[in-house]
């Protein structure tokens, strides 16, 4: 899957709390099409999502919740203390992310597609679906104060999300673009998105 219909697109992902929603967001204000693949994953484990059946199978009644959808912070303690039960939902979703997102991608509408996913370095295979690798990057420190401020996680809990995810450093050796989402950058985060979209436009009319 290089792109929706086989031209030009932007893989974008960052650390947990780096602020990839708000960068994507403001990419699509601008045209582009957004594909989010951890949006994707929470459909398929919502409500009569098309995981819900596997994970009810596999996993068993208690991880699913009275609303039908998967109990997300009973799977999450599961999944980071067993690399098993990891390996088992990952079985369930990622077919069903990919043959999901490649769906999406043929009815995106917009300049280029952005593909929103999380884990996009930790996949090894991401890079070479898509044709630029944007990492949006930002301290340890601000990923960890936000997260515990958004999610209402204790530091210990954002350090265990952020130990399943490459160091930083790995993040940014992958990247072709960056955007410094620190809050402290020289240059507003809204005048780097626009210049990185001029840029990805210019290269989607030549793809």
Not at 3 to 19: D, E, P, W
Not at 22 to 33: M, Q, Y
Not at 174 to 196: E, F, H, K, M, Y
């Amino acid at each position: 899957m290089a792109a929706a219909r086989g031209g030009f697109s932007v893989g974008l992902s960052g650390g947990i709390g780096s602020g990839k929603s708000t960068v994507a967001a403001l990419f699509g204000a601008r045209g582009a099409a957004i594909i989010d693949t951890d949006l994707i994953a929470h459909q398929l484990t919502s409500a009569n999502g098309l995981a819900i059946p596997s994970i009810r199978g596999t996993f068993g009644d208690r991880f699913i919740g009275a609303n039908g959808a998967m109990d997300r912070d009973a799977m999450r303690e599961l999944v980071f203390g067993s690399p098993d039960a990891k390996a088992r939902l990952e079985s369930i979703l990622h077919p069903l992310i990919r043959s999901e997102t490649e769906r999406a991608a043929q009815q995106a509408e917009g300049s280029y597609p952005i593909f929103v996913v999380p884990l996009l370095v930790e996949s090894g295979v991401w890079k070479s679906r898509v044709s630029r690798v944007l990492i949006v990057d930002c301290p340890e420190e601000a990923q960890i104060r936000r997260v515990m401020q958004r999610n209402g996680f204790r530091e210990d809990q954002v350090r265990a999300i952020m130990a399943t995810q490459v160091p930083r450093a790995v993040r940014l050796a992958a990247a072709d673009d960056v955007i410094d989402n620190s809050g402290t950058a020289p240059v507003p985060l809204a005048t780097q998105v626009d210049r990185l979209h001029q840029r990805y436009l210019a290269l989607a009319r030549t793809a």
